[in-house]
Protein backbone atom coordinates (compact mmCIF):
# COMPACT_ATOMS: atom_id res chain seq x y z
CA UNK A 1 0.00 0.00 0.00
CA UNK A 2 1.15 3.08 -0.84
CA UNK A 3 1.51 6.27 1.60
CA UNK A 4 1.43 9.06 -1.24
CA UNK A 5 -0.93 11.78 -0.73
CA UNK A 6 -3.36 12.30 -3.82
CA UNK A 7 -1.68 15.92 -5.49
CA UNK A 8 -5.33 16.89 -5.01
CA UNK A 9 -5.08 16.99 -1.25
CA UNK A 10 -2.58 18.61 -0.81
CA UNK A 11 -2.75 21.96 -2.85
CA UNK A 12 -6.44 22.05 -1.45
CA UNK A 13 -4.89 21.91 2.19
CA UNK A 14 -1.93 24.43 0.85
CA UNK A 15 -4.61 26.71 -0.41
CA UNK A 16 -6.80 26.95 2.67
CA UNK A 17 -3.68 28.06 4.48
CA UNK A 18 -2.22 30.57 2.11
CA UNK A 19 -6.19 31.94 2.40
CA UNK A 20 -5.79 32.07 6.06
CA UNK A 21 -1.99 33.70 6.42
CA UNK A 22 -3.29 36.07 3.22
CA UNK A 23 -6.93 37.43 4.96
CA UNK A 24 -5.34 37.50 8.48
CA UNK A 25 -3.36 41.46 8.30
CA UNK A 26 -6.51 42.55 6.17
CA UNK A 27 -8.96 41.67 9.36
CA UNK A 28 -6.74 42.45 11.59
CA UNK A 29 -6.78 46.22 10.10
CA UNK A 30 -10.69 46.24 9.67
CA UNK A 31 -11.04 45.61 13.48
CA UNK A 32 -8.47 48.20 14.33
CA UNK A 33 -10.38 50.86 12.45
CA UNK A 34 -13.89 49.34 13.36
CA UNK A 35 -12.04 49.42 17.55
CA UNK A 36 -11.03 53.49 16.29
CA UNK A 37 -13.98 54.35 15.07
CA UNK A 38 -15.85 53.39 18.20
CA UNK A 39 -13.16 55.07 20.02
CA UNK A 40 -13.56 58.35 18.46
CA UNK A 41 -17.54 58.18 18.90
CA UNK A 42 -17.41 57.37 22.61
CA UNK A 43 -16.43 61.15 23.03
CA UNK A 44 -18.67 62.95 20.74
CA UNK A 45 -21.55 60.78 22.57
CA UNK A 46 -20.39 62.09 25.49
CA UNK A 47 -20.44 65.71 24.46
CA UNK A 48 -23.67 65.54 22.90
CA UNK A 49 -24.75 64.21 26.19
CA UNK A 50 -23.63 66.61 28.21
CA UNK A 51 -24.47 69.55 26.39
CA UNK A 52 -27.47 67.98 26.63
CA UNK A 53 -27.32 67.82 30.45
CA UNK A 54 -26.07 71.51 30.86
CA UNK A 55 -29.37 72.73 28.98
CA UNK A 56 -31.43 71.06 31.65
CA UNK A 57 -29.54 72.55 34.22
CA UNK A 58 -30.07 75.64 33.36
CA UNK A 59 -33.42 75.36 32.67
CA UNK A 60 -33.99 74.05 36.23
CA UNK A 61 -31.44 77.07 38.06
CA UNK A 62 -34.11 79.54 36.00
CA UNK A 63 -37.08 77.87 37.29
CA UNK A 64 -35.44 77.85 40.52
CA UNK A 65 -34.64 81.34 40.84
CA UNK A 66 -37.53 82.71 39.59
CA UNK A 67 -39.39 80.55 41.93
CA UNK A 68 -37.58 81.49 45.08
CA UNK A 69 -38.31 85.41 43.73
CA UNK A 70 -41.99 84.94 43.75
CA UNK A 71 -41.97 83.22 47.02
CA UNK A 72 -39.66 86.12 49.08
CA UNK A 73 -41.04 87.88 51.50
CA UNK A 74 -41.15 91.70 51.70
CA UNK A 75 -39.11 93.83 53.67
CA UNK A 76 -40.59 95.14 56.21
CA UNK A 77 -40.10 98.98 56.95
CA UNK A 78 -40.86 100.57 60.50
CA UNK A 79 -43.14 103.57 60.66
CA UNK A 80 -40.61 105.28 61.91
CA UNK A 81 -38.74 105.13 58.33
CA UNK A 82 -41.16 106.45 56.49
CA UNK A 83 -40.88 109.43 54.23
CA UNK A 84 -42.26 112.96 55.51
CA UNK A 85 -42.79 115.98 53.57
CA UNK A 86 -42.27 118.38 56.64
CA UNK A 87 -46.17 119.24 56.63
CA UNK A 88 -47.57 116.62 58.04
CA UNK A 89 -46.06 114.99 61.73
CA UNK A 90 -44.65 111.53 61.41
CA UNK A 91 -46.58 108.58 62.92
CA UNK A 92 -46.24 107.60 66.24
CA UNK A 93 -46.83 103.82 66.99
CA UNK A 94 -47.60 104.76 70.76
CA UNK A 95 -49.90 107.31 69.65
CA UNK A 96 -53.08 107.00 71.40
CA UNK A 97 -56.16 107.09 69.04
CA UNK A 98 -57.84 110.36 68.83
CA UNK A 99 -61.79 110.10 70.26
CA UNK A 100 -62.19 113.31 68.29
CA UNK A 101 -61.23 112.53 64.79
CA UNK A 102 -63.27 113.15 62.44
CA UNK A 103 -65.09 110.48 61.00
CA UNK A 104 -63.97 112.01 57.16
CA UNK A 105 -60.47 111.23 58.24
CA UNK A 106 -61.40 107.82 59.28
CA UNK A 107 -62.67 106.79 55.20
CA UNK A 108 -60.34 108.43 53.98
CA UNK A 109 -57.53 105.66 55.97
CA UNK A 110 -59.26 103.20 55.11
CA UNK A 111 -59.64 103.87 51.37
CA UNK A 112 -56.16 104.85 51.31
CA UNK A 113 -55.26 101.53 53.03
CA UNK A 114 -57.61 99.50 50.80
CA UNK A 115 -56.41 101.38 47.50
CA UNK A 116 -52.53 99.98 48.61
CA UNK A 117 -53.55 96.34 49.39
CA UNK A 118 -55.69 96.15 45.95
CA UNK A 119 -52.14 97.65 44.61
CA UNK A 120 -50.56 95.11 46.01
CA UNK A 121 -52.62 92.22 44.65
CA UNK A 122 -52.33 93.61 40.92
CA UNK A 123 -48.54 93.63 41.58
CA UNK A 124 -48.53 90.34 42.86
CA UNK A 125 -50.69 88.89 40.30
CA UNK A 126 -48.74 90.31 37.47
CA UNK A 127 -45.36 89.07 39.19
CA UNK A 128 -47.43 85.04 38.83
CA UNK A 129 -48.19 85.74 35.20
CA UNK A 130 -44.41 87.53 34.31
CA UNK A 131 -43.35 84.15 36.22
CA UNK A 132 -45.45 82.12 34.04
CA UNK A 133 -44.42 83.53 30.83
CA UNK A 134 -41.15 83.42 31.67
CA UNK A 135 -41.20 78.97 31.93
CA UNK A 136 -42.99 79.02 28.94
CA UNK A 137 -40.20 80.97 27.17
CA UNK A 138 -38.07 78.36 28.75
CA UNK A 139 -40.17 75.54 27.47
CA UNK A 140 -39.84 76.64 23.74
CA UNK A 141 -36.44 77.54 24.20
CA UNK A 142 -35.46 73.52 25.16
CA UNK A 143 -38.22 72.50 22.23
CA UNK A 144 -35.82 74.96 19.96
CA UNK A 145 -32.76 73.21 21.04
CA UNK A 146 -34.29 69.82 20.63
CA UNK A 147 -35.40 70.61 17.38
CA UNK A 148 -31.52 72.13 16.06
CA UNK A 149 -30.05 68.36 17.81
CA UNK A 150 -31.69 66.72 15.20
CA UNK A 151 -31.70 68.94 12.24
CA UNK A 152 -28.43 69.33 10.54
CA UNK A 153 -29.37 72.59 8.76
CA UNK A 154 -27.67 75.33 10.63
CA UNK A 155 -30.41 77.83 10.07
CA UNK A 156 -32.35 75.93 12.97
CA UNK A 157 -28.77 76.75 14.98
CA UNK A 158 -29.50 80.37 14.52
CA UNK A 159 -33.19 79.76 15.24
CA UNK A 160 -32.57 78.40 18.40
CA UNK A 161 -30.43 80.95 19.67
CA UNK A 162 -32.99 83.69 18.83
CA UNK A 163 -35.63 81.40 21.16
CA UNK A 164 -32.62 81.80 23.92
CA UNK A 165 -32.87 85.29 23.88
CA UNK A 166 -36.32 85.84 24.17
CA UNK A 167 -36.27 83.32 27.06
CA UNK A 168 -33.66 85.17 28.70
CA UNK A 169 -35.77 88.39 27.50
CA UNK A 170 -38.54 86.77 29.45
CA UNK A 171 -36.74 85.78 32.75
CA UNK A 172 -35.77 89.19 32.78
CA UNK A 173 -39.10 90.69 32.22
CA UNK A 174 -40.03 88.13 35.02
CA UNK A 175 -37.30 89.52 37.51
CA UNK A 176 -38.31 92.97 37.52
CA UNK A 177 -41.88 92.11 37.70
CA UNK A 178 -41.28 90.47 40.72
CA UNK A 179 -38.84 93.37 42.25
CA UNK A 180 -41.78 95.73 41.39
CA UNK A 181 -44.60 93.28 43.49
CA UNK A 182 -42.10 93.65 46.57
CA UNK A 183 -41.94 97.37 46.39
CA UNK A 184 -45.82 97.36 45.69
CA UNK A 185 -46.31 95.16 48.98
CA UNK A 186 -44.03 97.21 51.33
CA UNK A 187 -45.45 100.57 50.52
CA UNK A 188 -48.65 98.40 51.10
CA UNK A 189 -47.67 97.54 54.34
CA UNK A 190 -46.39 101.00 54.88
CA UNK A 191 -50.28 102.43 54.10
CA UNK A 192 -51.30 100.22 57.30
CA UNK A 193 -48.68 102.05 59.33
CA UNK A 194 -49.86 105.13 58.75
CA UNK A 195 -52.92 107.22 60.86
CA UNK A 196 -53.31 110.10 58.49
CA UNK A 197 -54.77 109.64 55.64
CA UNK A 198 -52.82 112.26 53.93
CA UNK A 199 -49.48 110.21 54.57
CA UNK A 200 -51.67 106.68 53.94
CA UNK A 201 -52.58 108.10 50.12
CA UNK A 202 -48.89 108.82 49.61
CA UNK A 203 -47.56 105.40 50.22
CA UNK A 204 -51.14 104.36 48.51
CA UNK A 205 -49.84 106.46 45.34
CA UNK A 206 -46.20 104.79 45.31
CA UNK A 207 -47.55 101.18 45.47
CA UNK A 208 -50.18 101.72 42.34
CA UNK A 209 -46.95 102.90 40.44
CA UNK A 210 -44.97 100.06 41.55
CA UNK A 211 -48.09 97.64 40.02
CA UNK A 212 -47.82 99.87 37.48
CA UNK A 213 -44.51 98.74 36.47
CA UNK A 214 -45.37 95.02 37.47
CA UNK A 215 -47.75 95.28 35.00
CA UNK A 216 -45.36 96.52 32.25
CA UNK A 217 -43.23 94.05 33.24
CA UNK A 218 -45.49 91.34 32.81
CA UNK A 219 -46.41 92.42 29.20
CA UNK A 220 -43.08 92.62 28.37
CA UNK A 221 -42.47 88.81 29.61
CA UNK A 222 -45.83 87.36 28.02
CA UNK A 223 -44.47 89.52 24.81
CA UNK A 224 -40.92 87.24 24.86
CA UNK A 225 -42.75 83.72 24.90
CA UNK A 226 -44.91 84.53 22.48
CA UNK A 227 -42.42 85.48 20.19
CA UNK A 228 -40.83 82.09 21.85
CA UNK A 229 -43.02 80.14 20.93
CA UNK A 230 -43.86 81.48 17.25
CA UNK A 231 -40.27 80.98 16.86
CA UNK A 232 -40.17 77.40 17.82
CA UNK A 233 -43.54 76.63 15.66
CA UNK A 234 -41.73 78.28 13.00
CA UNK A 235 -38.53 75.67 13.37
CA UNK A 236 -41.25 72.61 13.21
CA UNK A 237 -42.19 73.57 9.63
CA UNK A 238 -40.28 72.11 6.63
Not at 57 to 66: D, M, Q, R, V, W
Not at 174 to 192: F, I, P, Q, V
Amino acid sequence: MTDTVNPQITDAVAQTNVTVLGESPAQSMGMIYQSMAHSMSLPMQNSVAAQGGMQQLNTAIIASSCQQLMTRRPTIIMPQQMPNNGNNPKSDPDKKPDPDKKPDSDIGLSDAIKKANAAASQANEAALAASQASSEANKAAKDANDIAAIDTNPDKDDAAQTVAGHADAAATAAKEASDARSNAETLAYGATQMKNADDANRFATQAAAAASKAQEHQTEAETQAKNAKNAVTAMQMP
